[in-house]
């Protein structure tokens, strides 16, 4: 059942009638404060007020009664009440600019009017039925979603989370090629189940438990922190400081990563044959490393040369994210086997996804295969609302101008302070790696990216962290930010990093 509030906002905009969608106005720029830190930019949206539990029941329950493991971001924690488009209101109505949009799940902005009127509109018809009956939903959803594929990638499965899909992908490419060795890339990650903690190659992710499974992991081909690379090496916006004797436009670096992954399947892989290869456009989690101009294909072709089909985890980079395209990995001009998806596909509603060819999906009939509750009548018509409104409000557009500018304002920030070493990314997949000095690249210690990241958070902005250090600022907010709101983040970072200067 929806909050009271959520019926009247669909009321006041009358979405389900068909009308214009007029969002409430989040993007007005404000007057500048006298500490030269803008007010955050006006939204004339109005929070409902809080009536759960207090701060600190909260606190005892998520100590005594939830997973142990569960982590908390900051030393003060947000306790998130309410979000309406790129904003965040806590329990006492203080609002944050989301930067991080709930693990970069959280795609077109929090409770869309648009979302909320197609999950309502069907949870009063049909909530949950098999898929062993046929409801309109899911078929209406699939032809949606694959047509927004090149080529061949034209048969769905729809899962409950992005580990799900890249479970469901090793398996069928294992089954497909025969061959159960594959390869992933180190930094990268993919999922902590049992079964992808051997495909994750981020240490701080894995237990010390058996969990290699059959795969090897790659040299990472990170142009700033790796052997090689420098500034002519990403396709962004942002080069790193590194110098490197590429000629522009041909990167040298990309050639020996991939002597690298050919080192791998020559001596790791069973007579040199392999059964997948998977990766990141921009590695998430890993701390937004992207990948070397043309190094995706370059290891795809090495791939197949060697039997093993290519997946694409889209689980981060998809549906306009970044900008350019509409899928990461045709920004590296490649044609995956494979697609796994999900966060931004049901913007925040627990949804996955794998798309692949009918021959490689053929072989999913050798047993049988059933998942209850992906493709759920909500879960599909939520898919359904997410993929028109990136197209009835230029999302990819919007990734493309408002994160080239973010992504330009950031490094400003880089030549103006020595702790920030890097800044990379596109669209609106962007990182910002802290370090000690740029000359050694030495992560910044822990405590004090700690303290800067707890800064900006007091100062109303929400950003994530990565990498395998923690190091990593990770900028990927809801795509429905506005330049305004880029204004005010810079200015709040550029506050906590003076403060954390003048500490030195």
């Not at 052997?227 to 522009?248: I, L, M, V």
Request: with cysteine; glycine share 10%.
């Amino acid at each position: 059942m929806l909050h009271k509030s959520s019926k009247t906002l669909l009321s006041l905009l009358q979405y389900s009638k068909g009308l214009n969608v007029r969002h409430f106005r989040c993007t007005a720029p404000a007057s500048q404060a006298a500490n030269d830190i803008p007010e955050m930019p006006a939204c004339s949206f109005k929070p409902s007020k809080h009536e759960g539990p207090d701060l600190n029941s909260v606190l005892s329950t998520r100590k005594n009664n939830l997973n142990p493991a569960l982590f908390t971001f900051y030393k003060e924690p947000v306790y998130v009440h309410q979000g309406y488009m790129q904003y965040l209101w806590d329990t006492n109505n203080k609002r944050y600019l989301d930067l991080f949009a709930g693990i970069v799940t959280v795609s077109v902005g929090h409770c869309h009017p648009a979302v909320v009127a197609a999950a309502e509109k069907q949870m009063k018809k049909l909530w949950h039925t098999t898929n062993i009956y046929l409801h309109p939903k899911i078929h209406e959803y699939a032809a949606q979603l694959v047509a927004k594929f090149p080529g061949n990638l034209k048969v769905v499965y729809f899962t409950n989370s992005g580990s799900e899909a890249n479970d469901l992908a090793v398996l069928m490419a294992r089954m497909y090629t025969g061959v159960y060795d594959c390869i992933s890339l180190r930094n990268g990650y993919h999922g902590a189940s049992p079964y992808l903690m051997g495909v994750t190659a981020l240490s701080t992710w894995r237990y010390n438990n058996p969990t290699g499974f059959g795969f090897q992991q790659a040299m990472n081909p990170d142009p700033y922190r790796g052997p090689w690379g420098g500034k002519h090496c990403r396709d962004s916006p942002a080069q790193p400081g590194r110098q490197c004797d590429c000629p522009q436009g041909q990167c040298k670096a990309c050639d020996m990563y991939v002597d690298q992954l050919e080192d791998v399947l020559r001596y790791s892989m069973p007579k040199g044959r392999v059964g997948a290869f998977i990766a990141e456009a921009i590695q998430g989690v890993g701390g937004a490393v992207q990948l070397p101009d043309g190094y995706l294909k370059k290891a795809y072709e090495k791939i197949r040369a060697n039997g093993g089909v290519c997946i694409a985890d889209e689980v981060q980079t998809g549906f306009g994210r970044m900008g350019s395209h509409y899928w990461g990995f045709e920004s590296q001009g490649v044609m995956p086997d494979i697609v796994t998806m999900a966060k931004g596909i049901g913007n925040g509603f627990p949804m996955g996804a794998v798309v692949t060819t009918p021959e490689i999906a053929a072989t999913m009939g050798k047993a049988l295969h059933f998942n209850t509750f992906g493709g759920n009548p909500v879960a599909s018509a939520v898919g359904q609302a997410v993929l028109e409104v990136i197209d009835k409000e230029n999302i990819q557009g919007l990734c493309a101008d408002v994160g080239t500018y973010f992504i330009k304002e950031l490094e400003k920030l880089r030549n103006e302070f020595e702790v920030v070493g890097d800044v990379r990314g596109k669209g609106l997949m962007i990182g910002v790696e802290l370090v000690k000095d740029k000359a050694s690249r030495t992560p910044l210690p822990a405590e004090e990216v700690a303290s800067i990241w707890e800064d900006t958070k007091n100062m109303g902005v929400l950003i994530g962290k990565g990498g395998l250090f923690g190091n990593c600022f990770r900028i990927k907010p809801p795509m429905c930010i506005t330049r305004a709101d880029v204004d005010f983040s810079i200015a709040v970072m550029r506050a906590a990093l003076r403060k954390h200067a003048n500490k030195k």
